[in-house]
């Protein structure tokens, strides 16, 4: 297959509370934006590429029961670099879907942190190894990322 994720784009609520989250929690460029009354929106890159687009268009805050998302996924090099965008993150006040690290699943060496933006939006920072041992959650609020 030769498709890949271009960049995603979300519809918020307010713009500015999450261009802010985004930007200044997440550590995205802000490569453009418009504020045409009744058309906002922000595009957000990494350095060399767009990876998200903001649209404040949204009535009301993320619902996981109707179809569409069920969450955006962020990959990291390192367990470490999990671990700092999870203390910025609690900095922030983030709402965690789970307790710290977790793995994708019983056993894997791969997974993250889950938490939401401030829609609601089920977000995931994620690294390929290096969660060894980790607990994987199987209570209400699993699965982590559909894994189980």
Sequence with gaps: MTLRTGHIGLNVTDLDRSLAFYRDVLGFALVGEGKEEGRRYAFLGDGDRLVLTLWQQAQGPYDG??????????EVDSVDRVREYEAALRAHGADFAHEGVV??????????IFFHDPDGTRLEISVSDGVEGAPA???ASAPTCGFF
């Design 65 to 74: 029961a109707r179809a569409g998302l069920h969450h955006l996924a962020f």
């Design 103 to 112: 793995a994708h699943h019983e056993g894997a060496a791969s997974g993250g």
């Design 137 to 139: 959650p199987a209570d």
